[in-house]
């Protein structure tokens, strides 16, 4: 046994790699991604100690070239859902008994390998297995995973050197156990980092997981478990599946020893799972965590003083980068008048420049939605816009004979609370209201009151006033708030991430606050000389 107050590495973000032409990062992500191309894979689930593959083969294929085949994954039902439960149970006992230094150093080792060996080939199945350019899946895949679990490690031990104080002849401590039973990851298509995060922390903190991603991430997933594999986490410690969300919920939310839920996703599934949570807290030894990230109507909200080029900077990045589908992407903006026509012809001009079309050609800016389920429902909302009357600034045109693309769309609506200025799209779509300049102390109770949603927002401008304005009037409408910048690209340990009201719990993920959802702390007091006697001073007579 190894004794000493070890202190883990201090983390710093990891820095991005430009792939600029002629780069070394450049020529080895070209070549990952043409060995991805060129082969086909057959992707298991990861039960304890077995990788399963079942009668059921799912065919995997990029977003922007739906003809072509990556490999399958292997889709299980209910009696692996169990097993994976039953492997993360037999697995808790050995596990949470392992000294944390053991534990942070294999998410150490994690983050090392994909800065380093993976690095490649994690961007490469990110970008065709999810449709993200270069420099998108390098801050996601690479940068922002290698960051949760460097920080992550960091806040571990921050939370286990939190103690209390102790008065004479007494010690008092805090034990900080992992949960009791299993921790349940559901993660989404749209950040590798996410789905990597969300079982990870959990683990870190002593825990078992059953991690089900999103059936759009498997192939990116496969490569975040083979990561782990190789830097020692045991069997059964994480176990990955691949099956139907209604399937795996009936069996996980019946389960006595389900301890909590880590989880991004929409909204309505949430609420949907809360409820069922709700329905069977009889069945739970305790009361589960409950810990969502959601969906996300985020606002970009412009003054008369902002800078030109940099409303339309962060309209453009903030709205179309990843083709809208963040959590925290730029949907909605609010506009003076005295400025719109320049923010328009500033808008017009930029995206006559921004390419679409395949991630294989660094060239484009803007690449394939998810799915053509998304990219119906994006074509349906274009369609019912132009069928009201409201006017295209720019794109509302769409293709997906070879792939699900949808040109980068702005639209200008007359009503604030039209239908594409209130509910979460997901897809590269802006809708602007043009308000009077009068108006900016109004439009913030607009923009407050439009959506259910609380994730993100930004304000631009150069006027002082305006700005403490904005962050006095929309002080509840977003957990993560920029000024002068777009309202995504929060990274770890810099700017915590989440938000409230339907935008979820606000456990902020790269931070600390997260950590601390996945334990179940014990305090221990232990008394050095006990009393002897029951009686007190003050029963004494006179």
């Not at 420099?135 to 920080?151: G, N, T, Y």
């Not at 939310?253 to 809360?274: C, E, L, N, R």
């Not at 069928?387 to 693309?405: C, L």
């Not at 401008?461 to 993560?480: F, K, V």
């Amino acid at each position: 046994m190894s004794n000493g107050f070890f202190r883990v590495p201090e983390p710093t973000n990891e820095p991005v790699f430009t792939y600029a032409p002629g780069t070394s990062e450049r020529a080895a992500l070209k070549t990952a991604l043409s060995v991805a191309r060129s082969q086909e894979v057959d992707i298991p689930m990861y039960i304890g100690q077995t990788e399963v593959r079942t009668d059921k083969k799912v065919p995997i294929r990029p977003p922007h070239d739906h003809q072509h085949l990556l490999g399958y994954y292997n889709e299980g039902d209910a009696s692996h859902v169990q097993a994976a439960i039953d492997a993360a149970l037999s697995a808790k006992p050995v596990w949470e008994a392992l000294s944390w230094t053991e534990r942070a150093t294999i998410f150490l080792k994690a983050a090392d390998l994909v800065a380093g060996p993976y690095r490649a080939r994690i961007n490469a199945a990110t970008m065709v297995g999810q449709s993200k350019n270069a420099f998108q899946a390098e801050i996601d895949s690479a940068c922002e995973f290698i960051d949760f679990l460097r920080f992550n490690v960091s806040f571990m031990a921050q939370i286990y050197g939190q103690q209390p104080n102790s008065g004479p002849g007494v010690w008092n401590r805090t034990e900080y156990r992992p949960l009791e039973g299993f921790v349940f990851a559901l993660t989404p298509f749209n950040f590798t980092a996410i789905a990597g995060n969300l079982p990870t922390s959990a683990a870190m903190m002593g825990n078992v997981v059953v991690w089900k991603p999103s059936e759009n991430q498997v192939y990116a997933a496969q490569v975040i478990m083979e990561v782990l594999k190789e830097a020692g986490l045991p069997a059964g410690v994480i176990n990955l599946i691949y099956v139907d969300g209604p399937v795996a919920g009936d069996v996980i939310f019946s389960h006595p020893d389900f301890a909590g839920i880590h989880f991004t996703g929409s909204t309505p599934v949430f609420q949907t799972i809360w409820k069922t949570i709700g329905e069977n807290l009889s069945r739970y030894k305790s009361y589960p965590r409950i810990v969502g990230e959601t969906g996300g109507k985020d606002f970009v909200l412009v003054h008369p003083s902002a800078d030109m080029d940099a409303v339309c900077t962060a309209l453009i990045r903030g709205a179309f980068e990843y083709q809208g589908q963040k959590c925290s992407a730029a949907s909605r903006a609010y506009i003076p008048q005295s400025v719109w026509p320049a923010v328009k012809d500033g808008l017009i001009s930029a995206l006559k420049t921004i390419r679409t079309g395949p991630v294989e050609d660094f060239g484009n800016f803007v690449n394939a939605v998810i799915s053509e389920k998304s990219f119906d429902k994006l074509a349906k909302y274009i369609e019912q816009a132009k069928a009201d009357g409201v006017e295209i600034v720019a794109g509302g045109t769409y293709d997906k004979s070879r792939g699900y693309f949808i040109q980068p769309t702005v639209l200008r609506v007359d009503d604030p609370q039209y239908v594409t200025m209130r509910e979460e799209l997901f897809g590269p779509v802006l809708s602007v209201y043009v308000y009077e300049d009068a108006e900016y102390e109004s439009i913030m109770k607009v923009i407050d009151e439009s959506s259910i949603y609380a994730l993100t927002g930004s304000i631009l401008a150069s006027d002082r006033y305006a700005i403490e304005q904005a962050l006095t009037g929309l002080r509840n409408a977003a957990g993560n708030f920029y000024i002068n910048d777009k309202p995504t690209g929060a990274v770890v340990g810099q700017q915590p991430f989440g938000g409230a009201r339907g935008s979820g719990t606000n456990d902020k993920a790269g931070s600390s606050l997260n950590l601390l959802r996945w334990v179940s702390p014990r305090t221990i007091k232990e008394t050095f000389t006990p009393p002897r006697r029951y009686e007190y001073p003050f029963l004494a007579s006179e």
